[in-house]
Nanobody
Framework: QVQLVESGGGLVQAGGSLRLSCTAS????????MGWFRQAPGKEREFVAA????????NYATSAKGRFTISRDNAKNMVYLQMNSLKFEDTAVYYC?????????????????WGQGTQVTVSS
């Protein structure tokens, strides 16, 4: 019933930028917090950024703070991740999650739905 689709990934040089988008289908998008997570080969899924249902509160991983910006447009059922000053270490599959009605949650356990992911590759 709920479907999340990520887009915007690709290959970029270190120091460059990418803008990821996540489009949600289904009811009550504005009732859910949204998050971005990433997973590198052989690694566990890692928190990147999250935003509350109204967009009034955000949380960032230490590695993302100052470089990445999460935002949402509830009228379009979309959430974005602007990624600047990209590093080789940012290479991963990026997933958007939907859940966390309380706020901008950092834990994967707080999310009910996930997209299939979009690949981000940063060359050094």
């Amino acid at each position: 019933q709920v479907q999340l689709v990520e887009s915007g990934g690709g290959l970029v040089q270190a120091g460059g930028s990418l803008r990821l988008s996540c489009t949600a289908s289904g009811p009550s998008f504005s009732s859910y917090g949204m998050g971005w997570f990433r997973q590198a080969p052989g690694k566990e899924r890692e928190f990147v950024a999250a935003i509350s249902r109204s967009g009034g509160a955000t949380n960032y991983a230490t590695s993302a703070k100052g470089r990445f910006t999460i935002s949402r447009d509830n009228a379009k059922n979309m959430v974005y991740l602007q990624m600047n000053s990209l590093k080789f270490e940012d290479t991963a599959v990026y997933y958007c999650g939907m859940g966390s009605r309380v706020g901008a949650a950092r834990s994967t356990d707080e999310y009910d739905y996930w997209g299939q992911g979009t690949q981000v590759t940063v060359s050094s």
